[in-house]
C-alpha cells in the first residue's frame, strides 16, 4: 500500500485509560499590566530612532541597569526590581518601523516566574508631534501603572532635550 501509514506490530497497550493523569503543581503567573500615552514634541521618525536603541533604555527605563545586544532581535537586560538583581533575554517580537515595536522576555531556568511584554506605538500627530502609547505587562512585581508613566515622561525629557 504505496503512501499509506503502517501500524504492523505496534504496541497499542499503553496506561489504563481509566487512570488519572498525575497532577503538575503550577502556579498561576501574578500579572500587572497597564497603558499610557504621551505627546513628545519631536518627529515620529525621531522618537522611534530613540526608542529602538535599547541599550539607552536604562536612561528612561529606572529599572533596567544595562543593555547588551546578542543580535538583531535578542537582547540581555540586567534589571533591578525591590532590591534584587534579575538578568533576561528580551525578544523583539515585531518591528513595523515608525509605528510599533513588541517585546518580551523569554522563559529563563533561574527565574522561570519572571515574565515582562511590552508594546510600544508612535502616532505622528504632525511633522513635529508624536504620540507614544506604551502597554506593559509584567510579573516582576511593583504597580505598572506608575511605572508607564515615569517611563514616558522620562522618555519624553530624553527626546526633547535632544
Known amino acids: 500500500m504505496a503512501g499509506g501509514a503502517r501500524f504492523r506490530n505496534m504496541n497499542t497497550r499503553g496506561s489504563t485509560p481509566n487512570k488519572q493523569m498525575p497532577k503538575k503543581e503550577t502556579r498561576p503567573l501574578a500579572m500587572d499590566a497597564a ?7 519631536a ?9 529602538l536603541a535599547f541599550e539607552d533604555y536604562p536612561k528612561f527605563i529606572t529599572v533596567i541597569k544595562r543593555v547588551r545586544k546578542l543580535d538583531a532581535n535578542h537582547f540581555v537586560a540586567s534589571l533591578s526590581f525591590n532590591g534584587r538583581q534579575h538578568e533576561t533575554t528580551l525578544e523583539m517580537m515585531l518591528c513595523v518601523p515608525e509605528r510599533r ?26 511633522d513635529q508631534s ?8 509584567s510579573s516582576f512585581g511593583g504597580a505598572v ?12 525629557r530624553l527626546i526633547e532635550k535632544q
Open 130 to 137: 508624536t504620540c507614544v502609547t506604551l502597554k506593559l505587562t
Open 101 to 126: 515595536l513588541a517585546w518580551r522576555t523569554l522563559a529563563d531556568r533561574r527565574a522561570p516566574d519572571h515574565f515582562a511584554a511590552g508594546v510600544v506605538s508612535f502616532a505622528s500627530l504632525s
Open 43 to 51: 518627529p515620529v521618525t525621531a522618537v522611534y530612532k530613540c526608542w
Open 35 to 41: 497603558e499610557g500615552s504621551i505627546v513628545i514634541k
Open 145 to 156: 501603572s506608575r511605572r508607564i508613566d515615569k517611563y514616558l515622561h522620562n522618555f519624553k
